[in-house]
Every structure is written in structure tokens, then in C-alpha cells.
């Protein structure tokens, strides 16, 4: 299995073990979780993540239980730092196409570490960045 990129949607999915990862996407996490490979998780799903459980959609106990594993250092996931190369790589995707800005940068990561992004989004399935799900 590639190394890859989440979007958030898919992290939280896998974190819930929610029947609602698809096939592939639940084969990339497991990957991971074997050491298999490498799942970047880009900062701004961490982000997102905090805002939805500001929101009370998601659970209040999420981004702690996450934080703890990265800060452990045994899972294959990867936080990823928006950077300088990461911002250049937002032109490559199309705003028409992913008009949502976290969308993008989420994108921009996975075409700048020429990875294809985990996401059930079907703006983002659509466009120029190879996805699985």
C-alpha cells in the first residue's frame, strides 16, 4: 500500500471505526497501522477536527485521543505542517473544482507529496487529485 493523505472526514471515520470508511480507504488505514505505510494527516484536519467537537459534532474526547497517539510516536500517522511548497501546490488544484479552502490545502498536500488523498468528497474525487476511497 502508497503512503497517503486523509482528509478529515476519513481520520475521524477511522478513528470512530464507523462503518462509513470505504474499502479502500479502511485497507490504507489498516496499512498504516501494520507499518506498512504512511498516512499524512495534514494540520488543518486537526483543526477541523477541534471545530467540530466545538460544534458537538463529532466527540468531545476526539483530538485528545489523537493528540496522544502522534505524541506517542507508535502509529504511522504523520502530522504534516502546511508549508511554503504546500501553498505553491494550491494552484494545481482548481478552486472551480474544490472551491472549500481547507479542501484544497488538504488536496494541495497530497499533490505536493505525490500521494493520493483518502476522501469520500466528490468535489475532490472529481478534480485532478487521484483519491481512493
Same mark, same amino acid.
Given at each position: !500500500? ?71 510516536? =507508535? ?25 472549500? !479552502? ?25 478534480? =485532478? ?5
Amino acid at each position: !500500500m502508497p503512503d497517503v493523505v486523509t482528509d478529515t472526514h476519513a481520520l475521524i471515520w477511522y478513528l470512530e471505526d464507523s462503518p462509513q470508511l470505504g474499502p479502500e480507504a479502511r485497507s490504507a488505514f489498516e496499512a498504516c497501522d501494520r507499518g506498512e505505510s504512511v498516512v499524512y494527516v495534514p494540520t488543518i484536519c486537526l483543526v477541523e477536527i477541534l471545530y467540530l467537537q466545538e460544534k458537538g459534532r463529532i466527540p468531545t474526547d476526539l483530538k485528545s485521543a489523537l493528540d496522544a497517539a502522534l505524541q506517542a510516536g =507508535n502509529t504511522g500517522l504523520i502530522p504534516t505542517s502546511l508549508t511554503l511548497d504546500i501553498v505553491d501546490a494550491l494552484v494545481r488544484v482548481s478552486r472551480a473544482e474544490v472551491p472549500d !479552502m481547507p479542501d484544497r490545502i488538504i488536496a494541495a498536500t497530497a499533490v505536493h507529496l505525490g500521494t493520493p488523498l483518502i476522501s469520500r468528497d466528490r468535489k475532490l474525487q472529481l478534480s =485532478n487529485v487521484q483519491t481512493i476511497w
